[in-house]
């Protein structure tokens, strides 16, 4: 899978996806201190998952409708050490085939997907 990971996504988690086959492109990266709508319009360009600790990509994503067809996974975790979080988004990853299109929450018992409606 193409992920874009937000800055809050810990190294650990990006070198754990990419060892396992994941193309990962992290903003700390290609594109340090860059803002929520700018890292999801880069997201949407190179069809790429968002994944993020950020909830305001759900406010962009459902309230302003901005364009999200590749997908966001917004991490929810009460333990957010990197080894925690890791082993979550891997379980997830493996449980799921049709992330794209959809706001998915990942927390510390259950994935939620939600189909994101069409922008405007």
């Not at 409708?65 to 080894?83: D, H, T, W, Y």
């Not at 990942?106 to 994935?111: E, T, Y």
Request: charged content about 25%; glycine content about 4%; some cysteine.
């Amino acid at each position: 899978m193409r992920f874009f990971a937000d800055e809050n996504v810990s190294r650990h988690t990006v070198e754990t996806l990419r060892a396992a086959g994941h193309n990962v492109a992290w903003v700390i990266d290609v594109a340090r201190s860059t803002d929520d709508e700018s890292i999801l319009e880069s997201a949407q360009t190179a069809d790429r998952i968002v994944l993020t600790f950020d909830k305001d990509f759900g406010d962009l994503t459902f309230r302003d409708r901005k364009e999200s067809f590749a997908g966001v996974i917004l991490l929810r975790m009460c333990n957010q050490q990197p080894e925690y979080v890791t082993r979550l988004v891997m379980q997830a990853i493996a449980s799921q085939v049709d992330w794209a299109g959809h706001f998915a929450v990942i927390d510390d018992s259950s994935v939620r997907l939600s189909e994101i409606p069409p922008s405007t």
